[in-house]
């Protein structure tokens, strides 16, 4: 059975739920083939003191490792809140065939710039479970200005 996007979008804002309760920012991602998760990430910045620790950075190092190749052309990524042009340019040097992502990111999103950073052969898609992704980035926002 094939499982779709929302279902794997649901397995990445589970990760975000982890960043959420870390106090990190709210971002979760899951590299998916065939069906299956092979590498998970959330925001662990401030956790690791290294402001490269993303969300997506992590879970294609852990889906280069399951593999053992820097090259993942036939994954997808699903990540709740859209990649910054750091994440972008990994994405596109593993060759990530299809990026699938909850909330834009307006500031920072890899879409802000044109022609794109992605890889020419990766597809997107953008707001699977939209308003589930933009929440938890709100609602994080909202307690630390509490």
Request: proline share 3%; net charge neutral.
């Amino acid at each position: 059975m094939e499982l779709g996007d929302d279902y794997f979008m649901k397995q990445a804002l589970k990760q975000a739920i982890r960043a959420f309760e870390d106090d990190e920012v709210p971002i979760g991602a899951v590299v998916v083939v065939n069906n299956q998760i092979i590498g998970k990430g959330y925001n662990q910045s401030k956790r690791l003191n290294d402001s490269t620790a993303h969300a997506e950075m992590l879970a294609i190092t852990s889906a280069f490792n399951h593999f053992q190749s820097a090259i993942l052309d036939e994954c997808t990524l699903y990540v709740t809140v859209e990649p910054c042009a750091m994440c972008a340019g990994a994405i596109k040097w593993a060759r990530i065939k299809k990026v699938v992502f909850g909330a834009k990111e307006p500031k920072s999103g890899f879409s802000q710039y044109q022609p794109t950073i992605l890889h020419p052969k990766t597809t997107t898609v953008a707001g699977v479970l939209e308003e589930e992704c933009r929440s938890i980035m709100q609602d994080f926002f909202a307690k630390k200005r509490e």
